[in-house]
């Protein structure tokens, strides 16, 4: 079985300032790792995803995560982020054991980007 | 319009009684999920089913009952032995050979 660790429940940061969110799993079997972002009252829209290759990965709106195996971590970063970017993000793990048809997700980091 | 249909948005009930959530998807996708989301503990999978007129529990299905009789369709029940029945439900669906989930807009429900 997979679980998945987001330490940090809550992270305020300053409009154009960096963000790093933590994201740390355990799992015996091969993994697919992914980030989503909620919006409130909204349901999750995939951020990006680690399938296999290269270990950093890319979003569209500026989001990058890296894999590393030896940390078993995926943690998300933005080198600069807007207000917009303020939601609720979660990372999530599926694993070879399922067929990765079976998503376990962290308990999610709340953004707060402010002025 | 192409995707998974959440209704209501926002349902309240009585203590004690049964409530159906509805889940309907046009995207042909085999896989369908129920999510529980409260704060602080991210999502907790309740029930899912791969198949039609075949489904799993999850991690938390006490309380809750479902149906699979067509592929478009995965209805949630929360009956009245789901003990806080308070949170917002998420419905996912996940096509074969696709590596990720996509969600519905969700449902919150009060029970009062």
């Known amino acids: 079985a997979q679980s998945v660790t987001q330490l940090d429940s809550q992270v305020p940061v300053f409009e154009e300032a960096p963000v790093e969110l933590r994201c740390n799993y355990s799992s015996s079997v091969s993994v697919y790792l992914f980030w989503y972002v909620q919006y409130p009252n909204q349901g999750l829209q995939l951020l990006l995803k680690?399938?296999?290759?290269?270990?950093l990965v890319e979003s569209i709106n500026g989001f990058e995560a890296e894999f590393n195996k030896s940390q078993t971590s995926f943690h998300l970063r933005k080198p600069s982020v807007h207000i917009s970017d303020t939601a609720e993000y979660f990372c999530a793990v599926s694993g070879s054991d399922t067929g990765f048809q079976k998503l376990v997700f962290g308990t999610g980091t709340r953004l707060l980007v402010s002025p | 319009d192409g995707g998974i249909t959440q209704s209501p948005k926002y349902l309240f009930r009585k203590e004690g009684q049964n409530v159906t959530l509805s889940c309907e998807q046009n995207l042909n996708h085999d896989a369908m999920y129920w999510y529980r989301q409260d704060p602080g503990q991210g999502l907790r999978l309740i029930y899912y089913?791969?198949?039609?007129?075949?489904?799993q529990k999850g991690d938390i299905a006490e309380g809750y009952s479902v149906s699979r009789e067509k592929k478009e369709s995965f209805p949630l029940t929360v009956t009245s032995a789901q003990k806080n029945p308070t949170a917002f439900y998420l419905c996912a669906t996940h096509p074969t050979g696709v590596t990720e989930a996509f969600f519905g807009q969700g449902t919150r429900l009060t029970v009062v």
């Open positions: 680690y399938l296999s290759g290269s270990t």
């Open positions: 089913s791969q198949i039609v007129n075949d489904f």
